[in-house]
């Protein structure tokens, strides 16, 4: 059974930082598109950013320049750094892995809470 596990989330003050992680396991994680997904309370999910298998990234307009999403093939393990955070990036972040409209795999989530 594929999982996605991410860890990381956490309180931080505003301009703090975190890292959040997703390990995955029972996928060919390298083949996999991998992206960070968010959504806060009253909110729809929205995307904060992808990494295609090839490396290429792409990010929400209001994360370019404090995010930063990696990818690591060797530890099956994709990451976002996290810098400058504010108030508004309070949410629940969720770890996608996309091959295919069917295979299409999601975590169950971690907190990240940017409050003072």
């Known amino acids: 059974q594929v999982q996605l596990v991410e860890s990381g989330g956490g309180l931080v003050q505003p301009g703090g930082s975190l890292r959040l992680s997703c390990a995955a396991s029972?996928?060919?994680?390298?083949?996999?598109?991998m992206g960070w997904y968010r959504q806060a309370p009253g909110k729809q999910r929205e995307l904060v950013a992808g990494?295609?298998?090839?490396?290429?990234?792409n990010y929400a307009d209001s994360v370019k320049g404090r995010f930063t999403i990696s990818r690591d093939s060797t530890k099956n393990t994709m990451y976002l750094q996290m810098n400058s955070l504010k108030p508004e990036d309070t949410a629940v972040y969720y770890c996608?892995?996309?091959?295919?409209?069917?295979?299409?795999?999601w975590g169950q989530g971690t907190q990240v809470t940017v409050s003072s």
């Open positions: 996608n892995a996309k091959r295919s409209l069917i295979l299409d795999y």
């Open positions: 029972k996928i060919i994680f390298s083949i996999y598109a």
């Open positions: 990494i295609t298998s090839a490396g290429s990234t």
